[in-house]
């Protein structure tokens, strides 16, 4: 069982940037692979950045490719989204998601845990 909590969401102008926590319980964090997804009012959960356990292999989406990255501190159970250059249409609820084999890590049927999410907002 793993419990994940988001963090550092809040409203920041076009061009801004903002740092993405998500927290994980449990010691076996390492053995997870992990992913972000948003949701924007009226539109389906879409992916946006994945990380192996090991950390060593990324993925994103190809609307944010470039102006996220996606880390992770094992040491500390964390799993970090840094975003910079924003824009109005990545305002959404970023969730963090975790699976312990996820295939295919841009679906989201393919992680077992979830995060309540926290809120981006992004103004022009």
């Known amino acids: 069982q793993v419990q994940l909590v988001e963090s550092g969401g809040g409203l920041v102008q076009a061009g801004g940037s903002l740092r993405l926590s998500c927290a994980a319980s449990?010691?076996?964090?390492?053995?997870?692979?992990m992913g972000w997804f948003r949701q924007a009012p009226g539109k389906e959960r879409e992916f946006v950045a994945a990380?192996?356990?090991?950390?060593?292999?990324?993925y994103y989406a190809d609307s944010v490719k470039g102006r996220f990255t996606i880390s992770r501190d094992n040491a500390k159970n964390t799993v970090y989204l840094q975003m910079t250059s924003l824009k109005p249409e990545d305002t959404a609820v970023y969730s963090c998601a975790a699976d312990p084999q996820a295939r295919y890590m841009h679906r989201t049927d393919e992680y077992t845990y979830w995060g309540q999410g926290t809120q981006v907002t992004v103004s022009s």
């Open positions: 990380i192996r356990r090991s950390g060593g292999t990324t």
């Open positions: 449990g010691r076996t964090f390492s053995t997870y692979d």
